[in-house]
């Protein structure tokens, strides 16, 4: 039996506070991280000769045994041990002796916890980074496909104007750039080393800090060590990051679960991605989609949880911070599911759009009206005047009961003859084609667009 670190008390309530006070039950998920820390923390220590060069060989040797016995399933994790670190250093002790209580010097569980968790972030960074290069990757492809496919543009979920399917899958492929720069960034700015700040001052030994920080892949150490352990503002960033990324995800969702009904009869989710119901025989749920939308409330909860547990604690490491890692573990293994999972659906063979049920509705709701105001006030009528005109033309076709783009060059001259050779603007290829403005929806600049993703993925998978 080891003896206990922390607490007292009756054998009940003693169990009751073991198990409340220990993380082992989640932060085993860390064990590689702090094995490769260990092992470069002893090597750093041997070459600056704080231990012997046989204490390093022999720690390294029982780390290395320890991995694979947690790999293989074969390592007996203990609440008395409290947290993987306790339990690795535990192991190793057992395995290599007095070499294993020798690795512990000039270092303290505090800048251990928050060197292994900054390492398994950054991965995480640089692992949801990839899977946000390959969805866009995957939404530029089947825009290059549909430059000139109608659909109409929304604002209020109201038709709006006609816009191209690619222009609409790019909007999307922005934002998820935008989240892939965020994750980037987040990872450069914490991609340093708190260890050797032990508790929370440094150390009296000559340790060096850089060569266990190159020795981990980062690309320095943190300037303060109170800060270094006492602050988890990677972890939140993490957290933000997630949290935006899913936002996006959720939206496209809830498009799509709007596309795919019946009501709108736009787009269709492969079968791989819907479920039927148990009594309606004729249902096909987005399941996976709908999913995805709702797990955005699992990551918004992390990041308020770890905002809430870290406002207030004062320097520097505080117990509290143990609850900094549950929260990110699953937001990190929720948005990569929903990544992975969204790519596979939106990028299916058997996921389409239908082009006719858009151009259809790209036909009712009057969506031209602005391009006969346009025209109108390309012809000098002051703009408000345009706009007045083209009202009065809405409000003729609903006469009719016909749609703007179905009047004709009479019925334009019946509502005022300044419209009478408008009738070329009321065409919806036409409406969406023009709108040329860079960024907008016309052809050519949609063009642009993907030419600027691509430019973009070429840059983002050499970084
Ligand atoms: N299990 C702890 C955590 O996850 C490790 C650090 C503990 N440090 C301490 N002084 N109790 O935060």
């Given at each position: 039996?080891?003896?206990?670190?922390?607490?007292?008390?009756?054998?009940?309530?003693?169990?009751?506070?073991?198990?409340?006070?220990?993380?082992?039950?989640?932060?085993?998920?860390?064990?590689?991280?702090?094995?490769?820390?260990?092992?470069?923390?002893?090597?750093?220590?041997?070459?600056?000769?704080?231990?012997?060069?046989?204490?390093?060989?022999?720690?390294?040797?029982?780390?290395?045994?320890?991995?694979?016995?947690?790999?293989?399933?074969?390592?007996?994790?203990?609440?008395?041990?409290?947290?993987?670190?306790?339990?690795?250093?535990?192991?190793?002790?057992?395995?290599?002796?007095?070499?294993?209580?020798?690795?512990?010097?000039?270092?303290?569980?505090?800048?251990?916890?928050?060197?292994?968790?900054?390492?398994?972030?950054?991965?995480?960074?640089?692992?949801?980074?990839?899977?946000?290069?390959?969805?866009?990757?995957?939404?530029?492809?089947?825009?290059?496909?549909?430059?000139?496919?109608?659909?109409?543009?929304?604002?209020?979920?109201?038709?709006?104007?006609?816009?191209?399917?690619?222009?609409?899958?790019?909007?999307?492929?922005?934002?998820?750039?935008?989240?892939?720069?965020?994750?980037?960034?987040?990872?450069?700015?914490?991609?340093?080393?708190?260890?050797?700040?032990?508790?929370?001052?440094?150390?009296?030994?000559?340790?060096?800090?850089?060569?266990?920080?190159?020795?981990?892949?980062?690309?320095?150490?943190?300037?303060?060590?109170?800060?270094?352990?006492?602050?988890?503002?990677?972890?939140?960033?993490?957290?933000?990051?997630?949290?935006?990324?899913?936002?996006?995800?959720?939206?496209?969702?809830?498009?799509?679960?709007?596309?795919?009904?019946?009501?709108?009869?736009?787009?269709?989710?492969?079968?791989?991605?819907?479920?039927?119901?148990?009594?309606?025989?004729?249902?096909?749920?987005?399941?996976?989609?709908?999913?995805?939308?709702?797990?955005?409330?699992?990551?918004?909860?992390?990041?308020?949880?770890?905002?809430?547990?870290?406002?207030?604690?004062?320097?520097?490491?505080?117990?509290?911070?143990?609850?900094?890692?549950?929260?990110?573990?699953?937001?990190?293994?929720?948005?990569?599911?929903?990544?992975?999972?969204?790519?596979?659906?939106?990028?299916?063979?058997?996921?389409?759009?239908?082009?006719?049920?858009?151009?259809?509705?790209?036909?009712?709701?009057?969506?031209?009206?602005?391009?006969?105001?346009?025209?109108?006030?390309?012809?000098?009528?002051?703009?408000?005047?345009?706009?007045?005109?083209?009202?009065?033309?809405?409000?003729?076709?609903?006469?009719?009961?016909?749609?703007?783009?179905?009047?004709?060059?009479?019925?334009?001259?019946?509502?005022?003859r300044r419209l009478a050779d408008l009738a070329p603007a009321l065409d919806v290829f036409e409406s969406m084609n023009a709108r040329k403005s860079e960024g907008g929806t016309a052809i050519d600049a949609v063009k642009t667009q993907i030419a600027k993703v691509e430019a973009w993925l070429q840059e983002a998978k050499n970084a």
């Amino acid at each position: 039996m080891s003896p206990k670190l922390w607490g007292d008390g009756s054998e009940e309530g003693g169990a009751l506070l073991d198990e409340f006070n220990a993380s082992i039950g989640f932060d085993r998920v860390l064990y590689k991280e702090d094995i490769e820390g260990s092992i470069a923390h002893a090597k750093m220590l041997a070459a600056q000769g704080i231990i012997a060069q046989s204490d390093f060989a022999a720690i390294k040797r029982g780390l290395t045994q320890i991995k694979g016995e947690i790999d293989r399933g074969e390592f007996e994790f203990k609440t008395a041990d409290e947290d993987i670190h306790m339990a690795i250093e535990r192991r190793l002790t057992e395995i290599v002796g007095d070499a294993g209580k020798r690795l512990h010097t000039a270092r303290s569980r505090n800048d251990q916890a928050a060197l292994d968790f900054r390492l398994w972030c950054g991965r995480q960074n640089e692992a949801i980074a990839k899977a946000l290069v390959k969805l866009i990757e995957t939404l530029n492809a089947i825009a290059k496909e549909h430059t000139a496919t109608l659909m109409p543009g929304f604002t209020h979920l109201r038709r709006a104007q006609p816009i191209s399917l690619a222009f609409y899958l790019l909007a999307y492929a922005a934002m998820f750039m935008r989240d892939f720069e965020r994750f980037e960034s987040s990872r450069k700015r914490n991609n340093l080393s708190p260890l050797g700040g032990a508790a929370l001052a440094g150390v009296s030994y000559p340790i060096d800090r850089r060569a266990t920080a190159k020795e981990l892949g980062f690309s320095g150490v943190t300037m303060n060590a109170m800060d270094g352990a006492g602050d988890r503002d990677f972890a939140l960033e993490l957290l933000f990051n997630a949290s935006l990324a899913q936002t996006h995800l959720s939206r496209f969702c809830e498009e799509l679960i709007l596309w795919s009904s019946s009501e709108f009869g736009f787009a269709r989710i492969s079968d791989r991605f819907t479920t039927g119901s148990s009594i309606m025989p004729q249902k096909r749920n987005p399941d996976a989609a709908e999913l995805i939308r709702a797990k955005t409330g699992r990551i918004y909860g992390s990041l308020i949880g770890l905002l809430t547990v870290m406002k207030g604690l004062p320097l520097a490491y505080n117990k509290d911070m143990q609850e900094d890692k549950e929260g990110v573990f699953d937001a990190v293994k929720t948005l990569s599911d929903s990544l992975a999972i969204f790519t596979e659906m939106i990028g299916d063979k058997d996921t389409t759009f239908n082009a006719e049920a858009m151009l259809k509705a790209c036909k009712r709701g009057h969506l031209v009206a602005t391009d006969l105001a346009d025209a109108a006030a390309k012809k000098g009528l002051p703009f408000r005047d345009a706009h007045h005109l083209a009202r009065k033309a809405v409000a003729f076709a609903e006469q009719k009961g016909v749609d703007l783009s179905e009047l004709t060059k009479d019925d334009l001259a019946r509502v005022d003859r300044r419209l009478a050779d408008l009738a070329p603007a009321l065409d919806v290829f036409e409406s969406m084609n023009a709108r040329k403005s860079e960024g907008g929806t016309a052809i050519d600049a949609v063009k642009t667009q993907i030419a600027k993703v691509e430019a973009w993925l070429q840059e983002a998978k050499n970084a």
